[in-house]
């Protein structure tokens, strides 16, 4: 049997990652011309505006992690900048950030993804079965789900102070799907068959994506192809096979 590999660079994020270092190059330089650069301009909390931003940007500012980024960032620069004590209110805002973006997640967008895709296709929406989709919402928990679906279509699983497993060893799809992750202070492990491709496309900001498969992906079949999207923050998404 073949072993397929796949590529997981993405141009545009070596595009914006360049357009970053450049910047953070360029500063240094006038700095050391004698140009007053104030310094919270190379914070961490600044980059962490920078980088939600850009994640913003790629998603068209859907979804919250991107926006949970700039208002820890721009809570700590604010801080910085007036030389304000905000020590007592670090957790407030914390929470504060995660209970909107909670509130202010839009249902999954798998459905949108294959709604549009029927629209291309037959021009009409095709109906979705529930049980086909994944909509995992973990907040100070967590959960052990086994799917099945022959006709399995992505979703979105979020992991907040807690953790979760997918177990997709039995489910099938075809083509290409999307699952989007958010694992922040928590951690997501997903089990997949080892005839999937598994292209990551997950930010990970003091936290990790990690690829612990231990057999290549290999099928004679049709190529199925699993993205995964999100941000890792504090946590991490482990995917394994057997």
Request: glycine share 12%; charged share 20%; hydrophobic share 45%.
């Amino acid at each position: 049997m073949e072993a397929k590999n796949i590529n997981t660079g993405n141009p545009n994020n070596r595009i914006w990652s360049g357009l970053i270092l450049l910047g953070i190059g360029i500063i240094f330089f006038l700095k050391n011309f004698g140009i007053d650069i104030p310094h919270w301009i190379l914070s961490w909390h600044m980059l962490l505006i920078v980088i939600g931003l850009f994640i913003g940007a790629k998603r068209n500012f859907r979804g919250g992690g991107w926006l949970i980024l700039v208002l820890i960032g721009a809570y700590f620069t604010i801080e910085d900048m007036g030389d304000f004590d905000f020590s007592r209110y670090y957790f407030a805002v914390i929470f504060i950030a995660l209970g909107l973006y909670l509130i202010l997640k839009p249902k999954s967008k798998a459905f949108d993804r294959w709604n549009k895709k029927s629209l291309e296709e037959t021009g009409a929406p095709t109906s979705i079965d529930k049980n086909d989709i994944i909509d995992s919402v973990n907040v100070f928990g967590g959960a052990h789900q086994k799917f099945y679906s022959k006709n399995f279509k992505g979703g979105d699983v979020v992991a907040i102070f807690g953790g979760c497993e997918l177990n997709l060893s039995q489910a099938d799809f075809q083509d290409t799907i999307t699952l989007d992750v958010v694992a922040i202070f928590g951690g997501v492990k997903i089990i997949v068959p080892p005839t999937w491709e598994v292209k990551s496309e997950v930010v990970a900001i003091f936290g990790g994506m990690d690829d612990k498969r231990a057999v290549a992906p290999f099928g004679d079949g049709p190529r199925k192809i699993l993205v995964i999207k999100g941000l890792a923050m504090f946590g991490g998404v482990d995917i394994k096979n057997y």
